[in-house]
């Protein structure tokens, strides 16, 4: 028996995925690490506060009081889109508890969906409004998903069979590729959009999986502003050339960082 739900989501490239939606048990398990961890800042920020409120004349406290609840809010609103923007739509809790926001597409969710999200958190709260949205929607959508266009779904856990293995000539490609493109013009939701495929190629059916394959390369193509690929490949091969030579251009700024 499958205690989870499934969704079939639709791809830019139209290719459908499956994934499995979080469920209200992860999203509550999340939800409540997130809290702890927010509650434990806000509550360093209101003893500040407080400490400071006294110092003020009566007038001025008023003033003092509109905007240390101004900043509080900003915490709160900023502790979800700060992670959920920067970690791929994570933030501690739902890694902790192994789930992840994406797009209604399937991409990863980015700065403008965790904003959305995060600015109606507390209208979800209120009542436990979310709560009751998610047990009735059948995508498991609060408020937030809903305005955002995203969805909660679990973090695949890494098997074998999930791990990405590369011909060897992508990862000569891969050396081509640092000399002769700029790949700095990659975005990180790009680099995600080419894990995703990499990690899911076998999943999809042959032809599409061609097309998929054709379409990703023609898009990479043009972000690294190329006008042919630098070496005779199938577009698969380009594309795993691609990643393996991001992965590496990050690692010696890192090491040179």
Not at 102 to 115: C, F, H, N, Y
Not at 177 to 189: A, I, T
Not at 244 to 257: D, F, I, K
Request: avoid cysteine.
């Amino acid at each position: 028996m499958n205690f989870f739900n499934k969704i079939t989501l639709q791809t830019p490239e139209s290719v459908e995925l499956e994934f499995t939606l979080a469920g209200i048990g992860n999203r509550a398990q999340a939800l409540m690490v997130d809290y702890i961890l927010l509650g434990g800042a806000i509550a360093v920020v209101i003893f500040t506060e407080s400490m400071l409120f006294a110092q003020f004349t009566p007038r001025l406290q008023k003033w003092y009081l509109a905007i240390a609840l101004l900043i509080t809010f900003g915490i709160f609103v900023g502790y979800f889109i700060f992670f959920e923007s920067l970690w791929q739509g994570q933030t501690p809790g739902k890694r902790y508890a192994k789930i992840r926001v994406i797009r209604d597409d399937g991409r990863p969710a980015g700065l403008s969906q965790a904003t959305l999200r995060a600015l109606l958190r507390p209208i979800d709260d209120v009542l436990s409004i979310g709560f009751l949205m998610i047990v009735f929607n059948k995508q498991e959508k609060r408020l937030g998903d809903l305005l955002a266009g995203t969805v909660v779904i679990q973090e695949e856990r890494p098997s074998s069979d999930q791990k990405l293995i590369f011909s060897d000539q992508s990862e000569s490609f891969a050396a081509q590729l640092l000399e002769v493109s700029n790949l700095s013009l990659l975005l990180p939701d790009d680099f995600a959009s080419i894990r995703e495929f990499l990690q899911r190629r076998q999943q999809i059916q042959s032809e599409a999986r061609q097309n998929l394959s054709r379409q990703l390369a023609r898009q990479l193509k043009s972000i690294l502003e190329l006008e042919t690929i630098p070496f005779k490949s199938d577009a698969e091969t380009f594309i795993e050339s691609v990643f393996l030579a991001y992965q590496q251009q990050t690692q010696r700024r890192r090491s040179h960082g």
